[in-house]
């Protein structure tokens, strides 16, 4: 059983998190704020609670390593990684500027980043490609790939998965962001993909749903998966897109939305209340 | 003239490099047995990845193998390696410099009966055009032989086409593999007339081509233009000197080929007499035999030939 105190340090990094992506933003630049909220809570728990990284050694072999597979949602990992100190937090403000370290999307010139991804299907077959060389050389490290739900509909996420089962990549789990809302609307309407759940269980995988805002949930669905052998486990959080911005909640144009002076003004005081109230 | 097999010549030396680098991964999207990896399969079946008919996967998943150290070879016919994987080579591998080695087997028309969804007439040319990529075309299963070591040395990713069929071998085993650089194949004499910048089946074309021409007394120097990417401003030009034309020949479309490259370079220098010898703007057919697809697409010795003599008469 894991402590509340931790739980209670893990919700205010995840709220930690959400303020570094209002300092990426800032006021007038669009930027994946919907995404990227969505994952605060499970990168919190990945990189304060679970990965085994080093922002001193980042390439050290037997590290843990986290693929973002929707890589539009940089902003999220970008926010973990400056906490955790792997590059200084003047970097946030050049977030996306010409010469500053922090790409628009995941970019191996980045501490802590793994792979380049952006182009939708591809990360968890760079994962598989990670957990089998870790496997080869008996490391213990995991490997972390993180899609969208919107992503789903990526073909080659689907060869992935059936590669991973085939050779039974246990040392791997991936997270869908199931936060429901892709970058045109919602994803029911704009392309349906019903019985996920149904449809990994079928290409062979363990699946666990899990909260996707509560670290606790996200901890026990990360540590059952560990526990599963001979087959990869995914965990569907369920999550809200926009989560801890009321306004970006459940909404498509925060997808890649700017913020104006009034609705920056109202997530910085959101994000104090939360924080307040934990 | 001796032939042998390129393909064969990949399949040893991938075992041969698999003995003493243990780093080395082999991946195929059920192929195996024409690419020749199978070889590998037999001899290292720990290391060996069948990734079923999923091309795309089998490279971003080599690009995850090379990311955590390790060198990936991924081997399916050329026209499935560049063209149904091509986000995945520029994402997955070329962006990060991912030290992926991809097989781009059954190259240009090889594959000479089964058509057109099976040859690659552009596949060298799109993997050309992504920055970070090293382009290979070996001529023989000599030079495939000695590129591999290299080929396994350089960090960074490679691609490289491989013949389907025996070709005539007229690499000497002697002279060491270098990426980039150009290899003369006939030797230069004070006397040459024409330079022919040739690469894979198309060198042994001009080379037959070169021997027509010296019973007519034109002396053209034949090089072998293994590496297509990168392409050395000093390398071609080095050649050039004192030529009164050039050829270029490839068993590829003209549109972003060897041709539009040497060219390119030449004009920049100061212009020469040039003629390339490539397909036109089309997708390879079926045909029974390589030869009878090479001389409808224009590939034969005497299509260089021709273009040798149509450069020299420009040049005069």
Known sequence: ?278 | METANLRKAYGEALVEAGKTNKDIVVLEADLSKSTMSALFKEAFPDRFFEMGIAEQNMTSTAAGFALAGKIPFTGTFAVFAAGRAYDQIRCAVAIPRANVKIIGSSCGLSDYGDGKTHQSVEDGNIIRAIPNMVVLNPLDAVEVKKMMPVVINYKGPVYIRINRNDLPVYTSPNEKFQIGKIFPVTKDTEKSDAIIYATGIMVSKAMEAAERLKSEGIIAQVVNVSTLKPLLKEEVLKYAAGKKAAVTAEEAVRTGGLGQAIASILMANGPLAFEEVAINDDFGTSARNYDELLTRYGLMSEDVYKAVKKALNKGK
């Open chain 1, 1 to 278: 059983m894991i402590s509340e105190s931790v739980i209670r340090e893990l919700k205010a990094e995840a709220i930690q998190l959400r303020f570094d992506i209002l300092e990426m933003i800032g006021i007038g630049n669009p930027g994946h704020l919907g995404g990227s909220s969505s994952l605060a809570e499970a990168m919190a728990v990945l990189y304060f609670y679970k990965m085994n990284v080093d922002n001193n050694y980042p390439q050290k072999p037997d590290r843990d390593r986290l693929v973002l597979s929707k890589g539009h949602a940089a902003l999220i990992q970008y926010a973990a990684l400056c906490e955790k100190g792997f590059f200084p937090r003047s970097e946030l403000k050049r977030v996306k500027a010409l010469d500053g370290l922090l790409q628009g999307h995941p970019d191996l010139t980045i501490p802590g980043i793994e792979a380049v991804t952006g182009s939708l299907g591809q990360g968890l077959s760079i994962g598989v490609g990670m957990a089998l060389a870790l496997r080869l050389d008996k490391s213990p490290a995991r490997v972390y790939v993180i899609m969208g739900d919107g992503e789903q509909s990526e073909g080659q996420l689907w060869e992935a998965s059936q590669a991973a089962a085939n050779f039974k990549v246990d040392n791997l789990t991936a997270f869908i962001d199931w936060n429901k809302i892709q970058a045109t609307g919602p994803t029911r309407d704009i392309f349906s993909i019903p019985a996920l759940d149904e449809k990994w269980k079928a290409f062979g995988w363990n699946v666990i749903p899990a909260d996707g805002h509560d670290p606790a949930k996200i901890i026990e669905a990360v540590e059952s998966a560990e526990k599963v052998k001979g087959k990869p486990s995914v965990i569907i959080l369920d999550t809200v897109k926009g989560k801890g911005f009321s306004f970006a909640e459940g909404n498509a144009a925060y997808h890649n939305g700017a913020l104006t002076d009034e609705t920056y003004k109202k997530a910085v005081e959101e994000l104090n209340a939360a924080k307040a109230g934990l």
